[in-house]
Nanobody
Framework: VQLQASGGGLVQAGGSLRLSCATSERTFSGYAVAWFRQAPGKEREFVAAVSRSTLYTVYEDSVKGRFTFSKDNTKNTVYLQMNSLKPEDTAAYYC??????????????????WGQGTLVTVSS
């Protein structure tokens, strides 16, 4: 399974970006999908995830109400809509997929497949 993340860029604080993650599979229906981010000098941290069935969507507390993760199991691309961006959102963002069922985990070691990072820079 290959994942391709895109959509990063430079935006002013308060602005919006939409990240995309496309899979080489026909659809994402067999996978839970997550976004993680890593700022320079910091550990990779969880951002959001949607379960395999799309029943569960989980967000890290600091992005709740600002980010929206969309997963359509008939499509091969998922989206992370990021609004009201803050300088502290600056990081490389990575999408990841795993075939687990149930509530999607927030730990990177639970995901088997990773895309390359897409850089998000939010200026103040």
């Amino acid at each position: 399974v290959q994942l391709q993340a895109s959509g990063g860029g430079l935006v002013q604080a308060g602005g919006s970006l939409r990240l995309s993650c496309a899979t080489s599979e026909r659809t994402f229906s067999g996978y839970a999908v997550a976004w993680f981010r890593q700022a320079p000098g910091k550990e990779r941290e969880f951002v959001a995830a949607v379960s395999r069935s799309t029943l569960y969507t989980v967000y890290e507390d600091s992005v709740k109400g600002r980010f929206t993760f969309s997963k359509d199991n008939t499509k091969n691309t998922v989206y992370l809509q990021m609004n009201s961006l803050k300088p502290e959102d600056t990081a490389a963002y990575y999408c990841a997929a795993g075939s687990m069922y149930g509530r999607p985990p927030a730990k990177p070691e639970n995901y088997d497949y990773w895309g390359q990072g897409t850089l998000v820079t939010v200026s103040s």
